[in-house]
């Protein structure tokens, strides 16, 4: 990505990707058993970004819970927001708040992240897992932030 960026807000993201610290477990204690082993291929990394910065056109904006570092992009021009995986529709039709709880690091954190995202501007939500929400994308995601109990 060039040279290193203004932010250290992916730094702990950029050290999990690049194999210098490992994964943060997840908060339920059977997936942190059953994952505990599990390697993630890595990459190098030159560059970190931090919230409010433009990557490619689209807005940083920090979304911590499913990871401590987890980060969401907002092209502010046409509404695009790309959740990564602080929403996920992994299990069934309807996005839930950081893919699913038993995975997130900090579920409460995730919450948090969600209530500010619903702050913001957008019309489409493109996540790691599920389906694109065009039509009623905000709705969704409204009714999702309603539904998490956590």
Request: overall charge neutral; aromatic content about 6%; hydrophobic content about 35%.
């Amino acid at each position: 990505m060039g040279a290193r960026g203004g932010g250290d807000l992916l730094r702990g993201e950029a050290e999990v990707i690049s194999g210098r610290r490992p994964k943060d477990p997840a908060s339920n204690p059977f997936f942190a058993f059953l994952f505990r082993n599990q390697e993630l291929p890595t990459s190098p990394v030159d560059r970190t970004v931090g919230e409010g910065e433009t990557v490619a056109g689209f807005r940083v904006v920090s979304t911590p819970g499913h990871t401590s570092d987890h980060t969401s992009l907002l092209r502010d021009e046409d509404g695009l927001l790309f959740t990564g995986d602080a929403f996920g529709a992994l299990t069934s039709s309807r996005p839930t708040v950081g893919g699913i709880k038993a995975l997130c690091t900090d579920p409460k954190a995730a919450r948090r992240s969600a209530e500010r995202l619903l702050g913001e501007d957008f019309d489409t939500v493109v996540m790691t897992h599920g389906k694109p929400l065009i039509a009623g994308a905000r709705r969704k995601i409204r009714e999702s932030v309603a539904r998490c109990d956590y």
